[in-house]
T-cell receptor, first 110, second 114 residues
């Protein structure tokens, strides 16, 4: 079962770090973890992805547990514009398709 | 540097009509994916195409739905004899290859069935 599980909603104060968890306990060895976000009426925006090492880019950091059963997306200094639905997804390198979770609605408040 | 372009952004059809959704991938991308998002739900994979070939259509309904990605021109998602349950946002994504390169999404086509 290629599911990912995320909390339905989270709040974060502006300027603080937002830590969004994702459970993917059935992930297989060749599946990457991808994070996207979706702001109302727009298409999903790519944030970051990783296989087993922690990753960082200009938008966020991705922490993947050693057993790869869960991960955390970190937005280091959340702004009001980071309010969105955040999707954790997984992708098999052989087939390419993304399997999305239900997403976490992140609300950043002043 | 144009991103993934989808048109139309909004499409209204009456029950029984045909809907044709178009997707032009990012420049240099030869892999195209279609996803559907029903109201208040997450995205669900439908079909994966690489130029002129359907690679994976495991998420596509068996009837009325078809997809193509010709050698020249955009990818087309075609829904025949639309029903109310087809109302959804349809998103297209493209990637450089199918390994660990991220998929980049368009802003979708919102299909409404009267």
């Amino acid at each position: 079962d290629a599911k990912t599980t995320q909390p339905p909603s989270m709040d974060c104060a502006e300027g603080r770090a937002a830590n969004l968890p994702c459970n993917h306990s059935t992930i297989s060895g060749n599946e990457y973890v991808y994070w996207y976000r979706q702001i109302h009426s727009q298409g999903p925006q790519y944030i970051i992805h990783g296989l087993k090492n922690n990753e960082t880019n200009e938008m966020a950091s991705l922490i993947i547990t050693e057993d790869r059963k869960s991960s955390t997306l970190i937005l280091p200094h959340a702004t009001l514009r980071d309010t969105a639905v955040y999707y954790c997804s997984r992708s098999n390198t052989s087939y390419g398709k993304l399997t999305f979770g239900q997403g976490t609605i992140l609300t950043v408040h002043p | 540097n144009a991103g993934v372009m989808q048109n139309p952004r909004h499409l209204v059809r009456r029950r029984g009509q045909e809907a044709r959704l178009r997707c032009s991938p990012m420049k240099g991308h030869s892999h195209v994916y279609w996803y559907r998002q029903l109201p208040e739900e997450g995205l669900k994979f439908m079909v994966y195409l690489q130029k002129e070939n359907i690679i994976d259509e495991s998420g596509m309904p068996k009837e009325r739905f078809s997809a193509e990605f010709p050698k020249e021109g955009p990818s087309i998602l075609r829904i025949q004899q639309v029903v109310r349950g087809d109302s959804a946002a349809y998103f297209c994504a493209s990637s450089w290859d199918r390994s660990n390169q991220p998929q980049h999404f368009g802003d979708g086509t919102r299909l409404s069935i009267l």
